[in-house]
Structures are given as C-alpha cells and as structure tokens.
Nanobody
Framework: VQLQASGGGLVQAGGSLRLSCAAS????????MGWFRQAPGKEREFVAA????????YVANSVEGRFTISRDNAKNTVYLQMSSLKAEDTAVYYC????????????????WGQGTQVTVSS
C-alpha cells in the first residue's frame, strides 16, 4: 500500500489541525493504520493507531484526550484530529500501515508514508 500524508502546517498553541493519509492499493481495508512523529533530534515515536475495522484505537499517553484517530475505508483515508496543540507536538508526522496488524510500534509497520510537518508556536 502507498501512503500520502497531508494537512500539516503552522498553528498556534491551543489550536487544532487534522492530518489525512490517503492510501492506494486494494488491501487498504485490511491494514491497521497509524501515525508516528519525529521531532528534531529525537527518536520517531508512536502517536495513534486504528484497526482495519475502526473498532480498536490506541493513542500514546502524551496525546490522549487531545488527538483522535479515525478512518474512512470507503475513501481509503485515515485521519488524525489534533486539538489543544502544544509546542511539544511539533514534529514531522508519518502515517503508517501494518498488514493484518495494528502498527503501534515501528517494528510492526510495513509501509510508511512521507512525512508532513506540524509546527506549533507558543
């Protein structure tokens, strides 16, 4: 599956952004999907993930209550709704797919999209 992320940008602290990840490939609906992020000088870290049906979701403790992951299989798209953004959320965000598994760690990712930059000004 090929992944194309979009929706990043510059936002003030406390604001919101919605990231989208459009997937191509007939097996999209069978993939768990997720988002990771990487801040300058830091390791890439897990943010959120969702099962292929959408019935299971996982979010990192650092974003719980502020970020929501969802998907629309009819549109082959997964979303990350980010609210109450903080300066520490600044990073390049990557969407990810896991074949028949939910990508909650880098070792469970089978496909990566290109990153989209999110910058939160304080």
């Amino acid at each position: 599956v090929q992944l194309q992320a979009s929706g990043g940008g510059l936002v003030q602290a406390g604001g919101s952004l919605r990231l989208s990840c459009a997937a191509s490939g007939r097996t999209f609906r069978y993939n768990g999907m997720g988002w990771f992020r990487q801040a300058p000088g830091k390791e890439r870290e897990f943010v959120a993930a969702i099962s292929w049906s959408g019935s299971l979701t996982y979010v990192a403790n650092s974003v719980e209550g502020r970020f929501t992951i969802s998907r629309d299989n009819a549109k082959n798209t997964v979303y990350l709704q980010m609210s109450s953004l903080k300066a520490e959320d600044t990073a390049v965000y990557y969407c990810a797919a896991g074949v028949n598994r939910i990508p909650t760690a880098q070792r469970t990712v089978d496909s990566w999209g290109q990153g989209t930059q999110v910058t939160v000004s304080s």
